[in-house]
């Protein structure tokens, strides 16, 4: 059974910066591609982030293009998402999502993506 545990969120004031972590596991052998959603009070889930499973390529959303990055372990299923000039629209939960096979079309899809996290909060104060 496959597990994806997110960490790293909370409360962090206009302007900074925060780094989440997702780490997956149950599936030996197995590289997966990954990404980052989010989901504000209200709005529906939206797609943040994306990594190829051997971390050659990256997408981003255009609302944080230039102020976050996705990277992940250079072996493994262990993603990060750093944060910076965090705005008060970044305020959501953040899923970390696992895909055993990701064609470009699939990555910023909701359904591109076959396992998920229970998400960790940010929050942003002004």
């Known amino acids: 059974q496959v597990q994806l545990v997110e960490s790293g969120g909370g409360l ?3 302007g900074g910066s925060l780094r989440l972590s997702c780490a997956a596991s149950g599936r030996p052998g197995v590289t997966f591609a990954m990404a980052w959603f989010r989901q504000a009070p209200g709005q529906a889930r939206e797609f943040v982030a994306h990594i190829t499973w ?3 390529r990256t997408y981003y959303a255009d609302s944080v293009k230039g102020r976050f990055t996705i990277s992940r372990e250079n072996a493994g299923n262990t993603v990060y998402l750093q944060m910076n000039t965090l705005k008060s629209e970044d305020t959501a ?3 970390c ?3 055993e096979f990701a064609p470009p079309q699939a990555w910023g899809k909701i359904n591109g993506y076959d396992y998920w996290g229970q998400g960790t909060q940010v ?3 002004s």
């Open 97 to 99: 999502a696992a895909a």
């Open 93 to 95: 939960v953040y899923y």
């Open 123 to 125: 929050t942003v104060s």
């Open 12 to 14: 962090v004031q206009f």
């Open 54 to 56: 051997n971390g050659d």
